[in-house]
């Protein structure tokens, strides 16, 4: 059983910061592309960022020079910072990431996690 675990959302002011971390556990024999994606009230799910098992990294428009992607392979981790957050930043986060589990390659998601930005 493959599970993602996210951390980190909260509640922050206008022009703060947040640190989210996202763990993969379970029978894991690679991982691919790891993500963010974000899905506001009343609005659909939409790609935040990713990164290839290489590194190479991929940005909402919204968020480039705001935001950063990383990983972890040997932790199997993945962590969005966030600066200069704004009130269109309120969403709930999730974590995204292609797993070879198992049950061969297949997309797994995190439970969300909030993250509130305030006026």
């Known amino acids: 059983q493959v599970q993602l675990v996210e951390s980190g959302g909260g509640l922050v002011q206008t022009g703060g910061s947040l640190r989210l971390s996202c763990t993969a556990s379970?029978?894991?024999?690679?991982?691919?592309?790891m993500g963010w994606y974000r899905q506001a009230p009343g609005k659909q799910r939409e790609l935040v960022a990713d990164?290839?098992?290489?590194?190479?990294?991929n940005y909402a428009d919204s968020v480039k020079g705001r935001f950063t992607i990383s990983r972890d392979n040997v932790k199997n981790m993945v962590f969005l910072q966030m600066n200069s957050l704004e009130p269109e930043d309120t969403a709930v986060y999730y974590c995204?990431?292609?797993?070879?589990?198992?049950?061969?390659?297949?997309?797994?998601w995190g439970q969300g996690t909030q993250v509130t930005v305030s006026s």
């Open positions: 995204n990431a292609q797993i070879l589990g198992l049950l061969g390659m297949k997309d797994y």
């Open positions: 379970g029978s894991i024999f690679g991982i691919r592309a």
């Open positions: 990164i290839s098992s290489g590194g190479s990294t």
